[in-house]
Nanobody
Framework: QVQLVESGGGLVQAGGSLRLSCAASGRTFSGYTIGWFRQAPGNDREFVAAISRSGEGTYYAASVKGRFTISRDNAKNTVYLQMNSLKPEDTAVYYC?????????????????WGQGTQVTVSS
């Protein structure tokens, strides 16, 4: 079992940056692949990024590659999503997710644990 709590969302102008954090509870955090998904009103949940259990493997959606960076600190049970060069189309609720075991793809159904979400709004 793992519980996830996101923080760091907010309002930012286009071209700005935000860093999201995901704090996890549980003693076996390093056994989970962590992902970030987002959902804008009227849209389906969209994969953003994921990081392997060791942190050596990172995976990105094409729409954010080169602008977003995912990282993790297993000693602190925390995953980060650094978002640079933000665009209005990045506006969404961002969810931290976890799945036990190795990375297996971008389908949200693979991830059994979800945080409550944090709102990111990018103004033009």
């Amino acid at each position: 079992q793992v519980q996830l709590v996101e923080s760091g969302g907010g309002l930012v102008q286009a071209g700005g940056s935000l860093r999201l954090s995901c704090a996890a509870s549980g003693r076996t955090f390093s056994g989970y692949t962590i992902g970030w998904f987002r959902q804008a009103p009227g849209n389906d949940r969209e994969f953003v990024a994921a990081i392997s259990r060791s942190g050596e493997g990172t995976y990105y959606a094409a729409s954010v590659k080169g602008r977003f960076t995912i990282s993790r600190d297993n000693a602190k049970n925390t995953v980060y999503l650094q978002m640079n060069s933000l665009k209005p189309e990045d506006t969404a609720v961002y969810y931290c997710t976890a799945k036990s075991g190795p990375y297996s793809g971008t389908n949200y159904r693979f991830y059994g644990y979800w945080g409550q979400g944090t709102q990111v709004t990018v103004s033009s």
